[in-house]
Nanobody, 122 residues
Framework: VQLQASGGGLVQAGGSLRLSCAAS????????MGWFRQAPGKEREFVGI????????YYAESVKGRFTISRDNAKNTVYLQMNSLKFEDTAVYYC????????????????WGQGTQVTVSS
């Protein structure tokens, strides 16, 4: 499976961005998709996941109410809508695919995208 994340960029605090992750190579519609992020000098952390059916999204507390994950299985694409961005949201954002279950743990994911940089200016 190849995952290609895009949509990152520079945005002012309070602004919005939408990340996309396009998948190819395997049945996208049967995998849980997740988003993780890694800020400079920090470990990669969980952001959110969405069930293969498009329901059952689950988020880290730090982004709950501000970020929304959705997916379009017909387009093999998952999205991360980020609103009310904060400086501390600055990170490289990664999408990942889990064909085994519904996990928030990094080691539960089988495939990873290359990451897209999100920079929030204060």
């Amino acid at each position: 499976v190849q995952l290609q994340a895009s949509g990152g960029g520079l945005v002012q605090a309070g602004g919005s961005l939408r990340l996309s992750c396009a998948a190819s190579g395997r049945t996208f519609s049967r995998c849980t998709m997740g988003w993780f992020r890694q800020a400079p000098g920090k470990e990669r952390e969980f952001v959110g996941i969405i069930h293969w059916s498009g329901t059952g999204a689950y988020y880290a507390e730090s982004v709950k109410g501000r970020f929304t994950i959705s997916r379009d299985n017909a387009k093999n694409t998952v999205y991360l809508q980020m609103n009310s961005l904060k400086f501390e949201d600055t990170a490289v954002y990664y999408c990942a695919a889990d064909f085994q279950g519904y996990s928030v743990l990094e080691n539960g994911f089988d495939y990873w995208g290359q990451g897209t940089q999100v920079t929030v200016s204060s």
